[in-house]
């Protein structure tokens, strides 16, 4: 059959792309509104990153991560996730001495080495953004409301909000050593790596996908995490200005993050019609892990969402957003005309526009069919006795309308009618 694609990695032609970028164009977009400024961390990391920020039991660091030695003798992974590498970058760059608080976006490819399954790939694609140096609950709502509006943006209907907090280190120790008193009479059911977790970090039974192990660990669906004053009042000031601003949630759900450096608030936005993998992003604070990567005590919170889940998530609902047509194509009727139509298409991309001919010389119903596969909005077509005459015949495509226009005017007409759609 030939080389193909490495299992869990795709290839995204045209069509597909135009989904990606729409989403990253408004995921930028919004993270500019809300003050934060886009960064790009190296796909490569060293290992020790990962093992001090994700915690070495964990799955991603047991099982996960792409790990190997570099010609130089180096340990290093293709990163599994974003927020260890932009808290390096933010250390690295001294930027909790020459900003203070600090607001970072990305967007970029992730690496897990996971059986793929629907949703879940070796390389994935996130988007998602880090609120560096506040330990305010503000600062947790801002980031909740940019991730919700994001995904309602890129097309998600009625995402889920499942909102919850792990409590403070004092108070998850105090969970840990009352959720192992728990399960010790039932260690033996667990399977093998909880059993092997049970001492080192009895968390990971949480987030287990072994049936039996969720439910001895979610015991009567109620969270094992028990907050102290502190966190509890943190928790409350987050829900209640995510009620000021409208944003529904449910604190009721059960559910733990993952990773070692989660710390109070906690959150993860699912979407229906996906299956057991229906959380489109997730997020929440990790107040230690500035510290932990040798940096200051230092407040922060933030999110991830993957794109591949993001579009299974929203193509069932996507028809009419990618039913439009964009840009034009000049047509000719016979070959002699292609000088004349490479100086007009020529000329409108140096205007902004977008635009495509047939170089080939092929006849004029192959060019319109050629138009119509391209999803142009118009196809100018340019004859002999149009160009003697000075004019040009304009179709469009999505409306079905027919006009002409002077030739000298074709370019401004074009651009005109572009930016009134643009607008609409």
């Known amino acids: ?42 796909i490569i990391e060293e290992s020790s990153l990962f093992l001090r920020s994700v915690g070495e039991t964990s799955n991603i660091v047991q099982k996960e991560m792409f790990r190997f030695t570099d010609r130089g003798g180096h340990d290093i992974v293709l990163r599994p996730e974003a927020t260890a590498a932009v808290v390096r970058a933010y250390l690295q760059h001294n930027l909790h001495k020459t900003q203070g608080f600090t607001k970072l976006c990305y967007i970029g490819p992730m690496f897990r080495a996971e059986r793929p399954q629907a949703g879940r790939f070796r390389q994935f694609h996130q988007f998602g953004v880090e609120a560096i140096g ?141 299956g057991a993998q229906d959380a489109v992003a997730a997020g929440g604070r990790y107040d230690h892990l500035v510290e932990e990567l040798g940096g200051p005590a230092t407040g922060a919170v933030g999110f991830a969402a993957g794109i591949e889940r993001l579009i299974l998530a929203i193509r069932p609902s996507e028809s009419s957003a990618n039913s439009g047509r964009e840009g034009l194509y000049v047509a000719v009727a016979k070959p002699q005309l292609l000088v004349e139509a490479f100086r007009l298409v020529q000329t409108l991309r140096q205007q902004g526009l977008s635009a495509s001919m047939d170089y080939e010389g092929r006849s004029l119903k192959a060019q319109l069919r050629e138009a119509d596969k391209l999803r142009c909005h118009w196809v100018a077509i340019l004859g002999e006795t149009e160009l003697r005459e000075g004019k040009i015949s304009i179709k469009d495509l999505e409306q079905g309308q027919q006009q002409e226009v002077a030739l000298d005017r074709f370019v401004e007409e074009m651009a005109r009618q572009a930016t009134s759609i643009t607008s609409a």
């Open 134 to 274: 506040s330990s305010s609950p503000w600062v947790d709502a801002e980031v909740i409301a940019l991730c919700v509006e994001t995904l309602k943006a890129c097309g998600l209907r009625s995402p889920l909000l499942w909102l919850s907090s792990m409590g403070c280190r004092t108070d998850q120790a105090a969970s840990a050593r009352a959720l192992r008193e728990r399960l010790k009479s039932h260690r033996k059911e667990l399977c093998e790596d909880c059993q092997s977790r049970f001492d080192k970090n009895i968390f990971r039974v949480l987030d287990c996908n072994h049936q039996t192990c969720h439910q001895l660990a979610w015991k009567a669906n109620q969270s094992p995490f028990v907050l102290c004053k502190e966190c509890q009042e943190h928790f409350d000031h987050v829900r209640k200005a995510l009620e000021t601003i409208g944003i529904a949630f449910d604190d009721t759900k059960v559910f733990a993050r993952g990773l070692d450096y989660y710390t109070r608030t906690v959150f993860e936005v699912r979407a229906s019609g996906l």
């Open 1 to 42: 059959m030939g080389l193909q694609a490495l299992r869990g990695t795709a290839d995204l032609l045209a069509e597909e792309l135009a989904r990606w970028n729409a989403i990253e164009q408004t995921a930028r977009g919004l993270a500019k509104r809300y003050g934060y400024q886009e960064i790009r961390t190296p």
